[in-house]
């Protein structure tokens, strides 16, 4: 018994001189605290994990935060490709006819904005909406309206110009 008893002395010192500079190691991994006072051996051990379940949160926190940001730009970088498609498949025409004006779009069928904002353009320029009318055709909308204006010439030209600053996002 003796022998053993001392084998086992032996490996638990061992043991204890081959743990005091992984703890020494952990330490000083650990935030330097504020005072200068030495820390118990348990305390270092309950510090060392209150430090990496708090490093782990604020990991968390901030994966969750990436995600967020490149969800958020994954998202704007699909409506610029949409919006950039609308204005490359979306056409305005302006046709004089005498003192009429025909105004023809022609849009996909989840655009609604641009018939939206031809109708308050010719509003705001005094121009008199006669009628509306459209047509779908698979994916796409023809919208014709028909207008009465005044003075055609000046108006047709500043019409057609506010509808081509809206396209080119110039508005």
């Not at 200068?36 to 209150?50: F, G, M, R, V, Y």
């Not at 610029?80 to 490359?88: F, T």
Request: glycine share 2%; net charge positive; charged share 30%.
């Amino acid at each position: 018994h003796t022998s053993s008893k001392i084998d086992r002395k032996f490996i638990e010192r061992d043991r204890r001189n081959q743990m005091k500079p992984l703890y020494h190691k952990l330490n000083s991994l650990l935030p330097h605290q504020t005072f200068k006072d030495a820390i118990s051996l348990p305390n270092q051990l309950e510090e060392a994990t209150s430090y990496i379940k708090r490093l782990q949160i604020k990991l968390e926190k901030i994966r969750d935060k990436k995600n967020t940001l490149l969800e958020i730009q994954r998202t704007n970088m699909n409506m610029n490709k949409k919006m950039n498609l609308w204005l490359k498949s979306t056409k305005i025409e302006i046709q004089p006819i005498g003192l009429a004006l025909e105004v023809v779009i022609i849009i996909g069928l989840d655009s609604q904005l641009l018939f939206n904002e031809t109708i308050r353009v010719l509003r705001e320029e005094g121009v008199d909406i006669v009628n509306t009318s459209y047509k779908v055709n698979e994916d796409v909308i023809f919208h014709s309206i028909h207008c009465q204006v005044g003075e055609f010439a000046n108006e047709a030209a500043r019409i057609s110009d506010r509808f081509n600053k809206f396209m080119h996002n110039d508005y």
